[in-house]
């Protein structure tokens, strides 16, 4: 495995793993605003990274 491809995997885990950590941070909050606000957004990117993943797979 070249170094590169090494660093890539271990970035998208921390990542991840920060990506964790703020929704726990979030839900602990109570705060149901920040909740909302949160839940919306990973939504909205969830949505976003599926339609550009189809554009960019139609010009593979």
């Known amino acids: 495995m070249k170094l590169s491809n090494g660093l890539y995997k271990l970035a998208r885990k921390i990542g991840k793993a920060a990506?964790?950590?703020n929704d726990i941070e979030t839900l602990m909050s109570g705060d149901p605003k920040k909740i909302a606000k949160r839940a919306?957004?990973?939504a909205i990117w969830k949505t976003n990274n599926r339609v550009t993943r189809k554009i960019t797979d139609r010009f593979k």
């Open 19 to 21: 990506t964790v950590s």
């Open 40 to 42: 919306a957004r990973k």
